[in-house]
């Protein structure tokens, strides 16, 4: 089990990193397994290895809200493990794939007794905290079609394969839930979808995704205006 990948580790040594990789066992998902759910008790950190999940919120009403995509070197349930509260949010697998899981005690073990580590949960927290600042103000101040680009670019730049002047990307959410990370009803997503389709942007099918004009996506995600 490589951990040398995840981000947090970035500032350790090779004697370092097995020393960590000794206190994690490897966990392998499925497509749709519930990693934890909201409620329960932090018992473990995630750091994923191969694949990606999502977090997410259900509320009484029944609509849900996607709170984040992760995937390869990135960390799951930190707060809840560094403040020992319920997780507030669940985990579910999207696509196959593996992940290191530590104990909660052991997580703790883990950031006290290396500042390297302890650096670096700072520097994630403050990344989390900027990017959801970043996206609460972008609910109101931005179009869809600039939130949707901005998404397409997140994503390419994760899982997008070159293949020739084009980007492949196979989406693993649904209609639904891409709606729901750019906070959005499904109709108007599916609307702006057929948009920059219809600019000569990028054409889907199904889960394929390929974007054929990059730069103009990202002239998109960087325009000013608040449109549809």
């Known amino acids: 089990m490589d ?111 290396n500042p390297p580590v302890a650096l670096e949960v700072m520097i994630d927290l403050s990344n989390r905290l900027r990017t959801m600042t970043a996206h609460l103000g972008s609910m109101s101040v931005q179009s869809v079609v600039k939130r949707l680009s901005t998404f397409l670019l997140r994503m390419a730049g994760q899982i997008g394969v070159k293949k020739g002047k084009a980007t492949h990307v196979e989406l693993f959410l649904t209609r639904k839930e891409l709606a729901e990370c750019i906070g959005t009803s499904f109709e108007v997503a599916v609307r702006c979808l057929g948009k920059l389709k219809d600019e000569g942007v990028m054409d889907i099918d199904g889960k394929k995704l390929v974007i054929y004009d990059m730069k103009k996506l990202e002239r998109i995600a960087e325009k000013d205006g608040k449109e549809e």
């Open 3 to 113: 951990i040398s990948v995840v981000n947090l580790f970035n500032g350790l040594g090779p004697e370092e990193l097995k020393a960590v990789s000794e206190l994690a066992h490897e966990r392998k998902f499925e497509k749709g397994e519930t990693l934890f759910l909201e409620g329960d008790s932090p018992e473990n950190v995630w750091f994923i290895l191969e694949g990606e999940v999502k977090v997410f919120k259900e509320y009484p009403s029944g609509k849900s809200a996607i709170m984040g995509i992760y995937g390869k070197g990135e960390t799951i349930a930190i707060v809840a493990v560094i403040d020992g509260k319920k997780y507030p949010a669940s985990c579910q697998a999207v696509v196959k794939g593996r992940a290191a899981v530590m104990r909660r005690q052991d997580a703790m073990r883990c950031i006290t007794a």
